[in-house]
T-cell receptor, first 114, second 114 residues
Framework: GDSVTQMEGPVTLSEEAFLTINCTYT??????LFWYVQYPGEGLQLLLKATKADDKGSNKGFEATYRKETTSFHLEKGSVQVSDSAVYFC?????????????FGKGTHLIIQP | DAGVIQSPRHEVTEMGQEVTLRCKPISGHNSLFWYRQTMMRGLELLIY????????DSGMPEDRFSAKMPNASFSTLKIQPSEPRDSAVYFCASSLRVPNTEAFFGQGTRLTVV
């Protein structure tokens, strides 16, 4: 079935540092890929998405590029802020295997220190 | 739109009691998902509905769990009897029933079974 693997956390960075959170996936079809963010005590919010190979999703300074050849969708941001501290989930849907809905990675807890 | 609405936000109950979690999806969405989030297992898809019909409940952990969707604007997840290992955050999400689309999440119900 479909699966998503993302780097284990927590990831601790200083403000204004460069961020990369790795995500790779396994899917039998042609999935769409997503990054969700979860702030403390809240539900998941869509951060960005890409629906086909070589698409780049971007939002709030975050970017991720759908790389079919490496089955990856790494999240990047050039200069993080304390307010970016949250848990980040990589996810896919429509991969052709498993149930409808989203398949999530286990999440990466990001901590930004001032 | 108010988004996906879940109630209650917090629930504390004694082992053996019945617990009912409620969800109102976004108006017009025809897919609804129940997820469970724990530290150990991350986000797990429990069950999803398309057009009010349960499509896949293979993620429901035991017969103690049941879910219903009597109409397009309401769903329940019931645990009877509850056990301490059911303690988790339960999320409801909804989406349009189109390929590769994102899901919108409620704020979750934090369940504690003592």
């Amino acid at each position: 079935g479909d699966s998503v693997t993302q780097m284990e956390g927590p990831v601790t960075l200083s403000e204004e540092a460069f961020l990369t959170i790795n995500c790779t996936y396994t899917a039998t079809g042609y999935p769409s890929l997503f990054w969700y963010v979860q702030y403390p005590g809240e539900g998941l919010q869509l951060l960005l998405k890409a629906t086909k190979a070589d698409d780049k999703g971007s939002n709030k300074g975050f970017e991720a590029t759908y790389r079919k050849e490496t089955t990856s969708f790494h999240l990047e941001k050039g200069s993080v802020q304390v307010s970016d501290s949250a848990v980040y989930f990589c996810a896919l849907s429509g991969g052709g295997g498993g149930a409808d809905g989203l398949t999530f990675g286990k999440g990466t807890h990001l901590i930004i220190q001032p | 739109d108010a988004g996906v609405i879940q109630s209650p936000r917090h629930e504390v109950t004694e082992m053996g009691q019945e617990v009912t979690l409620r969800c109102k999806p976004i108006s017009g969405h025809n897919s609804l998902f129940w997820y469970r989030q724990t530290m150990m297992r991350g986000l797990e898809l429990l069950i999803y509905f398309n057009n009010n019909v349960p499509i896949d409940d293979s993620g429901m952990p035991e017969d103690r769990f049941s879910a219903k969707m009597p109409n397009a604007s309401f769903s329940t997840l019931k645990i009877q009897p509850s056990e301490p290992r059911d303690s988790a955050v339960y999320f409801c999400a909804s989406s349009l029933r189109v390929p590769n689309t994102e899901a919108f999440f409620g704020q979750g119900t934090r369940l504690t079974v003592v």
